[in-house]
């Protein structure tokens, strides 16, 4: 199994940036997907970014390509998730998922992800 524990969320202003980091532990980091996912109030939990095993492969939501930039880092356990850009409409709750079956997920279904942890808060202030 793994743990997954989630860091750097906070208030900030539309226009700015926030990095976000998931660290992970419980199985070899460098051999299993990693993704993200986000929840607004009332919406259902939807798909931001996922990064394959070895960082080569990437995908975004439509909604955040081109201002958001997911990279991991082996060495240290840890996937991040730059934002940038910030709007009022990415604020949610933002969870790091793993899929530690797989070396390579881009499922977009957050169904499709076994591991999560549990969110850090992204606040944009129009």
């Known amino acids: 199994q793994v743990q997954l524990v989630e860091s750097g969320g906070g208030l900030v202003q539309a226009g700015g940036s926030l990095r976000l980091s998931c660290a992970a532990s419980g199985r070899t980091f460098s051999t299993y997907a990693m993704g993200w996912f986000r929840q607004a109030p009332g919406k259902e939990r939807e798909f931001v970014a996922a990064i394959s095993a070895s960082g080569y492969s990437t995908n975004y939501a439509d909604s955040v390509k081109g201002r958001f930039t997911v990279s991991r880092d082996n060495a240290k356990n840890t996937v991040y998730l730059q934002m940038n850009s910030l709007k009022p409409e990415d604020t949610a709750v933002y969870y790091c998922?793993?899929?530690?079956?797989?070396?390579?997920?881009?499922?977009?279904?957050?169904?499709?992800?076994?591991?999560w942890g549990q969110g850090t808060k992204v606040t944009v202030s129009s």
């Open positions: 998922a793993a899929d530690a079956t797989r070396h390579y997920n881009m499922n977009t279904g957050y169904k499709f992800w076994g591991s």
